[in-house]
């Protein structure tokens, strides 16, 4: 059974930092990773889709790696603006048709 | 173009009480997944339709939950008998395809009383 987690739950930073948020998952046979963004009351913002047969996907300040023979996923976020505080979240495809299973989220903040 | 929408927005009910949540997906997407969202936690998959039929409902928690989508547009997640944990949001997302990228919707809050 395919299981998420997130490291760290929360992370507070200045703004102007980089930053990286940790995902892992414990089945390595995976169809594609997903990151999301979810706004407080909002729904779900897709940033970044890897494929399994890819590395990394780079969305402007935003890039994502993947090693799935480690179970490692990781985003890093160049420049943090206080626009970028909310909850991300990694979600690990099980199966062909991208059934996704979710990590609790890191809740980020950054202050001016 | 318009993106997932899903109505009501908020509901409240009472215990033992029948809702209905509904989502209209992106056009064209053959592709529609429900999730469950409780408070800090991420979302639980519920169940995945591939037009208008359900190839995945192994994440329904009980008999008490049913979703239908017969023209292989629209959904409707049917809750029967509501329990104060089914209280949640419940979230709609669809894809091109069942390999593509997932568009969630705003999602329903649902309490039960």
């Known amino acids: 059974k395919q299981e998420v987690t997130q490291i760290p739950a929360a992370l507070s930073v200045p703004e102007g930092e980089n930053l990286v948020l940790n995902c892992s998952f414990t089945?390595?046979?995976?169809?594609?990773l997903q990151w999301f963004r979810q706004d407080p009351g909002k729904g779900l913002t897709s940033l970044l889709l890897?494929?399994?047969?890819?590395r990394e996907q780079t969305s402007g300040r935003l890039n994502a790696s993947l090693d799935k023979s480690s179970g490692r996923s990781t985003l890093y976020i160049a420049a943090s603006q206080p626009g970028d505080s909310a909850t991300y979240l990694c979600?690990?495809?099980?199966?062909?048709?991208?059934?996704?299973?979710f990590g609790a989220g890191t809740r980020l903040a950054v202050h001016p | 173009g318009a993106g997932v929408s899903q109505t009501p927005s908020n509901k409240v009910t009472e215990k033992g009480k029948y809702v209905e949540l509904r989502c209209d997906p992106i056009?064209?997407?053959?592709?529609l997944y429900w999730y469950r969202q409780s408070l800090g936690q991420g979302p639980e998959f519920l169940i995945y339709?591939?037009?208008?039929?359900?190839?995945?409902d192994s994440g329904l928690p009980n008999d008490r939950f049913f979703a239908v989508r017969p023209e292989g547009s629209v959904s409707t997640l049917k809750i029967q008998r509501t329990e104060r944990g089914d209280s949640a949001v419940y979230l709609c997302?669809?894809?091109?395809?069942?390999?593509?990228?997932?568009?969630f919707g705003p999602g329903t809050r649902l309490l039960v009383l």
């Open positions: 997302a669809s894809s091109l395809s069942a390999s593509e990228t997932q568009y």
């Open positions: 089945d390595s046979a995976i169809y594609n």
């Open positions: 890897i494929q399994s047969s890819q």
């Open positions: 979600a690990a495809s099980s199966g062909g048709y991208n059934k996704l299973i």
């Open positions: 056009s064209g997407h053959t592709a």
């Open positions: 339709f591939q037009g208008t039929g359900a190839a995945d």
